[in-house]
Protein backbone atom coordinates (compact mmCIF):
# COMPACT_ATOMS: atom_id res chain seq x y z
CA UNK A 1 0.00 0.00 0.00
CA UNK A 2 2.86 2.22 -0.29
CA UNK A 3 1.41 3.85 -3.07
CA UNK A 4 -1.46 5.14 -1.65
CA UNK A 5 -1.42 8.66 0.61
CA UNK A 6 -3.44 9.44 3.72
CA UNK A 7 -5.58 11.54 1.64
CA UNK A 8 -6.09 8.69 -1.19
CA UNK A 9 -7.39 6.59 1.93
CA UNK A 10 -9.26 9.08 3.90
CA UNK A 11 -11.24 9.93 0.73
CA UNK A 12 -12.01 7.09 -0.41
CA UNK A 13 -16.10 6.02 -0.55
CA UNK A 14 -15.74 2.69 1.59
CA UNK A 15 -19.26 0.78 1.19
CA UNK A 16 -20.41 -2.50 3.46
CA UNK A 17 -20.52 -5.33 1.14
CA UNK A 18 -24.49 -5.72 0.33
CA UNK A 19 -24.01 -9.88 0.78
CA UNK A 20 -22.36 -8.98 4.69
CA UNK A 21 -21.92 -11.43 6.52
CA UNK A 22 -19.78 -13.34 3.66
CA UNK A 23 -18.86 -15.91 6.72
CA UNK A 24 -21.50 -16.91 9.42
CA UNK A 25 -20.68 -18.19 12.53
CA UNK A 26 -20.30 -22.43 12.26
CA UNK A 27 -22.84 -24.67 14.08
CA UNK A 28 -20.53 -25.64 16.83
CA UNK A 29 -19.38 -22.01 17.63
CA UNK A 30 -21.00 -19.04 17.98
CA UNK A 31 -17.78 -17.06 16.77
CA UNK A 32 -15.68 -16.88 13.83
CA UNK A 33 -13.61 -13.81 14.30
CA UNK A 34 -10.29 -12.12 13.90
CA UNK A 35 -10.03 -12.40 9.74
CA UNK A 36 -6.32 -12.07 8.51
CA UNK A 37 -6.21 -12.45 4.51
CA UNK A 38 -3.41 -13.11 1.90
CA UNK A 39 -4.48 -11.59 -1.62
CA UNK A 40 -3.84 -13.36 -4.48
CA UNK A 41 -0.22 -11.67 -5.09
CA UNK A 42 0.90 -12.94 -1.83
CA UNK A 43 -0.05 -16.50 -2.23
CA UNK A 44 1.91 -19.03 -3.60
CA UNK A 45 -1.02 -20.41 -5.53
CA UNK A 46 -2.59 -16.97 -6.34
CA UNK A 47 -6.14 -17.61 -4.60
CA UNK A 48 -7.45 -15.65 -1.25
CA UNK A 49 -6.99 -17.24 1.99
CA UNK A 50 -8.56 -15.90 4.55
CA UNK A 51 -7.23 -17.43 8.81
CA UNK A 52 -9.65 -16.94 11.27
CA UNK A 53 -10.46 -18.54 14.85
CA UNK A 54 -13.72 -20.44 16.10
CA UNK A 55 -13.54 -22.09 19.88
CA UNK A 56 -12.01 -24.89 18.29
CA UNK A 57 -8.45 -23.05 16.70
CA UNK A 58 -7.42 -21.39 13.94
CA UNK A 59 -8.71 -22.42 10.77
CA UNK A 60 -8.11 -21.57 6.43
CA UNK A 61 -10.89 -20.49 3.95
CA UNK A 62 -9.82 -20.26 0.55
CA UNK A 63 -11.37 -18.34 -2.47
CA UNK A 64 -11.12 -17.67 -6.29
CA UNK A 65 -12.54 -13.78 -5.63
CA UNK A 66 -11.86 -12.63 -2.01
CA UNK A 67 -15.65 -13.06 -1.30
CA UNK A 68 -16.64 -16.65 -1.77
CA UNK A 69 -14.36 -19.02 0.36
CA UNK A 70 -14.73 -22.09 1.26
CA UNK A 71 -13.58 -23.80 4.34
CA UNK A 72 -10.17 -25.61 4.10
CA UNK A 73 -8.97 -27.66 7.39
CA UNK A 74 -7.79 -26.47 10.82
CA UNK A 75 -4.14 -25.08 11.33
CA UNK A 76 -3.89 -25.22 14.88
CA UNK A 77 -5.71 -26.11 18.14
CA UNK A 78 -5.79 -23.84 20.99
CA UNK A 79 -5.10 -20.77 19.36
CA UNK A 80 -6.86 -17.77 18.25
CA UNK A 81 -6.07 -14.14 17.13
CA UNK A 82 -4.00 -15.50 13.89
CA UNK A 83 -1.63 -12.90 11.38
CA UNK A 84 -0.83 -14.53 8.83
CA UNK A 85 2.68 -13.67 6.68
CA UNK A 86 3.92 -14.05 3.20
CA UNK A 87 7.72 -13.39 3.03
CA UNK A 88 10.46 -14.40 0.76
CA UNK A 89 8.42 -17.65 -0.39
CA UNK A 90 7.17 -19.06 3.01
CA UNK A 91 4.07 -18.24 5.15
CA UNK A 92 4.48 -17.00 9.07
CA UNK A 93 1.37 -17.66 10.93
CA UNK A 94 1.07 -15.83 14.29
CA UNK A 95 -1.40 -16.81 16.84
CA UNK A 96 -2.41 -16.46 20.83
CA UNK A 97 -2.03 -19.80 21.89
CA UNK A 98 -4.61 -20.73 24.52
CA UNK A 99 -4.75 -23.47 27.30
CA UNK A 100 -7.32 -26.42 25.86
CA UNK A 101 -10.86 -25.20 25.71
CA UNK A 102 -11.83 -26.32 29.00
CA UNK A 103 -9.99 -24.02 30.39
CA UNK A 104 -11.00 -21.23 28.38
CA UNK A 105 -14.43 -22.04 29.46
CA UNK A 106 -13.60 -21.73 33.05
CA UNK A 107 -12.06 -18.03 32.64
CA UNK A 108 -15.62 -17.08 32.34
CA UNK A 109 -15.85 -18.17 36.50
CA UNK A 110 -13.02 -17.01 37.91
CA UNK A 111 -10.05 -18.82 36.33
CA UNK A 112 -7.54 -17.12 35.52
CA UNK A 113 -6.45 -16.98 31.96
CA UNK A 114 -2.95 -17.91 30.29
CA UNK A 115 -1.92 -17.00 27.22
CA UNK A 116 0.98 -16.16 24.59
CA UNK A 117 2.12 -15.50 21.07
CA UNK A 118 3.20 -18.73 19.07
CA UNK A 119 4.65 -19.04 15.16
CA UNK A 120 3.77 -22.26 12.96
CA UNK A 121 5.42 -21.76 9.57
CA UNK A 122 4.73 -23.39 6.10
CA UNK A 123 5.37 -23.26 2.74
CA UNK A 124 2.43 -24.68 1.02
CA UNK A 125 -0.21 -23.75 3.47
CA UNK A 126 -1.02 -27.61 4.25
CA UNK A 127 2.02 -28.60 6.19
CA UNK A 128 2.73 -26.76 9.16
CA UNK A 129 5.53 -27.04 11.32
CA UNK A 130 5.51 -27.59 15.63
CA UNK A 131 4.75 -23.85 17.06
CA UNK A 132 7.06 -22.22 18.74
CA UNK A 133 7.40 -19.58 21.52
CA UNK A 134 7.98 -16.08 19.84
CA UNK A 135 6.28 -13.61 23.40
CA UNK A 136 4.97 -14.38 26.48
CA UNK A 137 4.97 -12.05 29.18
CA UNK A 138 8.10 -9.81 30.17
CA UNK A 139 6.45 -6.53 31.15
CA UNK A 140 4.63 -6.47 34.47
CA UNK A 141 1.56 -4.78 32.84
CA UNK A 142 1.02 -7.75 30.80
CA UNK A 143 -0.47 -9.51 34.08
CA UNK A 144 -3.70 -8.82 36.20
CA UNK A 145 -5.56 -10.34 38.66
CA UNK A 146 -7.02 -12.16 35.64
CA UNK A 147 -4.09 -13.85 34.48
CA UNK A 148 -1.81 -13.13 31.32
CA UNK A 149 -2.95 -12.27 27.87
CA UNK A 150 -0.49 -12.03 25.47
CA UNK A 151 -3.08 -11.57 21.94
CA UNK A 152 -3.65 -9.93 18.80
CA UNK A 153 -0.30 -10.27 16.97
CA UNK A 154 0.46 -8.43 14.04
CA UNK A 155 3.34 -8.20 12.00
CA UNK A 156 4.99 -5.50 9.74
CA UNK A 157 8.78 -5.16 8.14
CA UNK A 158 10.25 -1.63 9.05
CA UNK A 159 13.77 -0.39 8.76
CA UNK A 160 15.32 -1.79 11.84
CA UNK A 161 13.41 -5.58 10.80
CA UNK A 162 10.29 -6.97 12.27
CA UNK A 163 8.05 -4.84 14.06
CA UNK A 164 5.36 -6.94 16.34
CA UNK A 165 2.43 -5.43 17.39
CA UNK A 166 0.21 -7.00 19.98
CA UNK A 167 -2.18 -6.67 22.75
CA UNK A 168 -2.11 -7.37 26.20
CA UNK A 169 -3.93 -7.91 29.53
CA UNK A 170 -7.86 -8.25 30.47
CA UNK A 171 -11.00 -5.80 30.87
CA UNK A 172 -13.94 -7.74 32.34
CA UNK A 173 -16.77 -6.30 30.23
CA UNK A 174 -19.65 -6.74 32.51
CA UNK A 175 -22.75 -7.20 29.53
CA UNK A 176 -20.72 -9.70 27.34
CA UNK A 177 -19.60 -12.18 30.31
CA UNK A 178 -16.23 -11.84 28.95
CA UNK A 179 -12.53 -9.87 28.93
CA UNK A 180 -11.06 -8.06 26.26
CA UNK A 181 -7.45 -6.77 26.03
CA UNK A 182 -6.37 -3.80 28.05
CA UNK A 183 -3.61 -2.68 26.25
CA UNK A 184 -1.69 -2.53 23.26
CA UNK A 185 2.42 -2.91 22.75
CA UNK A 186 4.58 -3.54 20.30
CA UNK A 187 7.72 -5.47 20.30
CA UNK A 188 10.89 -5.47 17.73
CA UNK A 189 13.12 -8.05 16.29
CA UNK A 190 15.98 -8.42 13.27
CA UNK A 191 14.50 -11.84 12.98
CA UNK A 192 10.36 -12.51 11.80
CA UNK A 193 9.87 -15.42 14.41
CA UNK A 194 12.12 -15.26 17.26
CA UNK A 195 14.67 -12.24 19.44
CA UNK A 196 11.38 -9.85 19.91
CA UNK A 197 12.16 -7.25 22.84
CA UNK A 198 9.34 -5.54 24.12
CA UNK A 199 8.26 -1.63 24.30
CA UNK A 200 8.84 -1.22 28.07
CA UNK A 201 5.31 1.01 28.51
CA UNK A 202 1.90 0.45 26.46
CA UNK A 203 1.67 2.67 22.92
CA UNK A 204 -2.35 2.62 23.83
CA UNK A 205 -3.87 2.08 27.06
CA UNK A 206 -7.62 2.95 27.87
CA UNK A 207 -8.80 6.86 28.82
CA UNK A 208 -11.94 7.49 29.98
CA UNK A 209 -11.87 10.90 28.69
CA UNK A 210 -12.37 9.38 25.39
CA UNK A 211 -15.42 7.99 23.92
CA UNK A 212 -14.28 5.28 21.66
CA UNK A 213 -11.12 4.11 24.25
CA UNK A 214 -13.22 4.18 27.73
CA UNK A 215 -13.19 0.68 28.35
CA UNK A 216 -10.07 -1.30 26.81
CA UNK A 217 -8.14 -1.13 24.16
CA UNK A 218 -9.01 -4.24 21.74
CA UNK A 219 -6.34 -4.60 18.97
CA UNK A 220 -4.27 -2.76 16.62
CA UNK A 221 -3.57 -3.06 12.25
CA UNK A 222 -0.69 -1.10 11.02
CA UNK A 223 -0.40 -0.18 7.43
CA UNK A 224 2.69 1.73 5.62
CA UNK A 225 1.43 4.13 3.38
CA UNK A 226 3.31 6.55 0.87
CA UNK A 227 3.66 9.36 3.47
CA UNK A 228 2.46 7.88 6.67
CA UNK A 229 1.79 4.67 8.71
CA UNK A 230 -1.90 4.17 9.39
CA UNK A 231 -3.20 2.45 12.31
CA UNK A 232 -7.01 0.70 12.21
CA UNK A 233 -7.88 -0.10 15.81
CA UNK A 234 -11.02 -1.65 17.47
CA UNK A 235 -11.21 0.19 20.76
CA UNK A 236 -13.89 -1.00 23.20
CA UNK A 237 -16.48 1.77 25.05
CA UNK A 238 -19.31 2.43 27.17
CA UNK A 239 -21.83 4.43 25.87
CA UNK A 240 -25.23 4.84 28.35
CA UNK A 241 -24.41 2.02 30.07
CA UNK A 242 -24.01 -0.65 27.62
CA UNK A 243 -20.36 -2.01 25.78
CA UNK A 244 -19.38 -1.32 22.07
CA UNK A 245 -16.71 -1.79 20.22
CA UNK A 246 -15.88 0.15 16.93
CA UNK A 247 -12.78 0.38 14.26
CA UNK A 248 -11.12 4.03 14.82
CA UNK A 249 -8.64 5.35 12.07
CA UNK A 250 -5.18 6.73 13.61
CA UNK A 251 -2.37 8.26 12.14
CA UNK A 252 1.25 7.86 12.85
CA UNK A 253 4.37 9.06 11.61
CA UNK A 254 6.90 6.37 12.93
CA UNK A 255 4.32 3.62 14.09
CA UNK A 256 4.61 4.37 17.46
CA UNK A 257 3.07 8.15 18.21
CA UNK A 258 -0.63 7.56 16.80
CA UNK A 259 -2.97 10.46 16.87
CA UNK A 260 -6.92 9.57 16.69
CA UNK A 261 -8.64 10.77 13.17
CA UNK A 262 -11.95 9.23 13.86
CA UNK A 263 -14.07 6.74 13.83
CA UNK A 264 -13.98 4.36 10.61
CA UNK A 265 -16.31 1.59 10.70
CA UNK A 266 -19.07 1.74 13.73
CA UNK A 267 -21.82 -0.39 14.82
CA UNK A 268 -25.23 -0.15 12.68
CA UNK A 269 -27.96 -2.12 11.83
CA UNK A 270 -28.04 -3.48 8.21
CA UNK A 271 -30.96 -3.26 5.78
CA UNK A 272 -31.95 -6.98 6.45
CA UNK A 273 -30.05 -7.93 9.80
CA UNK A 274 -28.03 -7.03 12.94
CA UNK A 275 -25.37 -9.20 12.52
CA UNK A 276 -23.12 -5.99 13.65
CA UNK A 277 -25.66 -3.92 15.75
CA UNK A 278 -23.42 -3.88 18.78
CA UNK A 279 -19.55 -4.92 18.22
CA UNK A 280 -17.19 -4.13 15.14
CA UNK A 281 -14.04 -5.45 16.18
CA UNK A 282 -10.82 -7.04 14.82
CA UNK A 283 -9.88 -6.44 11.13
CA UNK A 284 -7.52 -6.90 8.01
CA UNK A 285 -7.07 -4.38 5.55
CA UNK A 286 -6.32 -5.62 2.11
CA UNK A 287 -5.23 -3.76 -1.28
CA UNK A 288 -5.64 -5.68 -4.35
CA UNK A 289 -6.17 -4.34 -8.61
CA UNK A 290 -7.31 -0.99 -7.23
CA UNK A 291 -9.83 -2.20 -4.31
CA UNK A 292 -9.29 -1.68 -0.74
CA UNK A 293 -11.16 -4.07 1.00
CA UNK A 294 -10.97 -4.12 4.88
CA UNK A 295 -12.21 -7.73 6.14
CA UNK A 296 -13.56 -7.77 9.82
CA UNK A 297 -15.36 -9.49 12.26
CA UNK A 298 -18.75 -8.28 14.38
CA UNK A 299 -21.20 -9.06 16.71
CA UNK A 300 -25.09 -8.72 16.83
CA UNK A 301 -25.62 -8.41 21.05
CA UNK A 302 -23.65 -8.26 24.30
CA UNK A 303 -24.44 -11.45 25.81
CA UNK A 304 -21.94 -14.91 25.52
CA UNK A 305 -24.50 -17.21 24.75
CA UNK A 306 -27.14 -15.04 22.99
CA UNK A 307 -24.42 -12.87 20.90
CA UNK A 308 -23.21 -14.46 17.23
CA UNK A 309 -19.77 -13.00 15.35
CA UNK A 310 -19.49 -13.52 11.86
CA UNK A 311 -17.31 -11.53 8.78
CA UNK A 312 -17.88 -9.12 6.44
CA UNK A 313 -16.41 -6.51 4.45
CA UNK A 314 -16.17 -2.83 3.87
CA UNK A 315 -14.46 -1.78 0.75
CA UNK A 316 -13.41 0.84 -1.58
CA UNK A 317 -12.43 1.59 -4.95
CA UNK A 318 -9.29 3.50 -6.21
CA UNK A 319 -8.43 2.35 -9.06
CA UNK A 320 -4.70 0.97 -9.89
CA UNK A 321 -1.96 3.31 -7.32
Known amino acids: MK ?27 FVIADPSVLTPENSHDKRWHLFCHTFF ?16 KKIVSNAMRPD ?17 VIFNLLSLVGAKWKSAIYCTESEDLVS ?22 ISNPFLIENENGYRLYYSCGQTFIKDCGFCEPTHINF ?17 ISPDKEKDYLNLCSGCLKVYRLKDCYIGL ?6 KEGKSY ?3 MLLRSNDGINFEFIKP ?16 VYACCLTYHQGVLRLYFNARNVANNLQGRESIGIFEANLGEK
Open 128 to 149: WTEPHLVIGKTRPFEEDKRGIA
Open 84 to 100: INYINGKYYLFFEKTRP
Open 187 to 203: AQSQKICEGYVSNEKPI
Open 57 to 72: GVYVYSSDDGINFKKN
Open 245 to 247: SAI
Open 233 to 238: QNGIFQ
Open 264 to 279: FLVPQKTKNSNWMAQY
Open 3 to 29: NISFNDFINADFQLYEKNPIIKNPKNS
